[in-house]
């Protein structure tokens, strides 16, 4: 069992984000947590196979003033069948191409076919299902030949995250530095949520599992989206649709594959 946490803001937040609660989500069983942001163009993970509060990692994020960042993805592994954890098990996942560093993060497990999927250039270093199938998706983004930029690059990356999901249960965040990609599970396994998040000036927004504080030099109001497994609060959270996708950009639901009611989406049909 595994949760997944994204965030997509209009100017960087943190000061005081954290994971902590978040992480502590059935911490007897947690076996492995990381944590993916973008300080620039570029992308930054820390991940260790080993609970939240056993991380020497952990003080230091939630007292480091220069983690900012408009965009996160977050991963917490609880122990499934397997050997001991290892670094190269735990998500995130990230490799480069086209110039752009791209983070994924997936819970559900995928069937023996998984491993019938192509690959390259890129190639996984551990034995995970997801991170063959991060590999695979690159793979097939680098074949189109080009990066995932308009309604209709969307509407085809859904066709092929539903590709995938036949395989078996398939939950997953990706992320290029620009846009964050949020796909539920076509057959409904656990869940995912989002909601619309306002933070003011001089304002901490609480979600119970989350505490984000705007960077007060980026601007008097700051405003995004968070998705996560299960709602981190108790209102204000919407459920995905059965397969959809959803691709946030600077604050925003950009596009839908399912929904024609979100402000700022765009639709559009699968390109031939």
Known sequence: MCELMAMSFVTPISADFTIREFAARGEENADGWGLGWYPDQSLAVVKEPVKWRASG???????????????????????????EPTHADTHPFAREHGGRDYCFAHNGTLGPPVWSLPLGPALPLGATDSEHA????????????????APGDWAWFHGTLAEVNRLGKFNCLMSDGRR????????????????????????????????????????????????????????????????????????QIRYSSHRRDVPHASTGGRPR
């Not at 991060?134 to 930029?149: K, N, P, Q, S, V």
């Not at 539920?184 to 396994?189: R, S, Y």
């Not at 609480?206 to 705007?214: E, N, P, V």
């Open 57 to 83: 990692y952990a003080g230091f994020l939630e007292t480091y003033p220069h983690l900012l960042s408009r965009i996160y993805l977050a991963h917490v592994r609880h122990k499934t069948l397997g050997g």
């Open 134 to 149: 991060f590999c695979y998706l690159l793979r097939e983004i680098a074949a189109r030949g080009r990066h995932l930029d």
């Open 180 to 251: 964050v990609f949020c796909y539920h599970d076509a057959g409904g396994w656990k869940s995912l949520t989002f909601r619309k998040v306002r933070i003011r000036d001089h304002q901490d927004r609480h979600l119970g599992d989350a505490t984000m504080t705007i960077d007060l030099e980026a601007g008097p109001v700051n405003h995004g989206i968070v998705v996560a497994t299960r709602p981190l609060s108790p209102e204000g959270w919407h459920a995905f649709r059965l397969g959809e996708l959803i691709v946030l950009e600077d604050g």
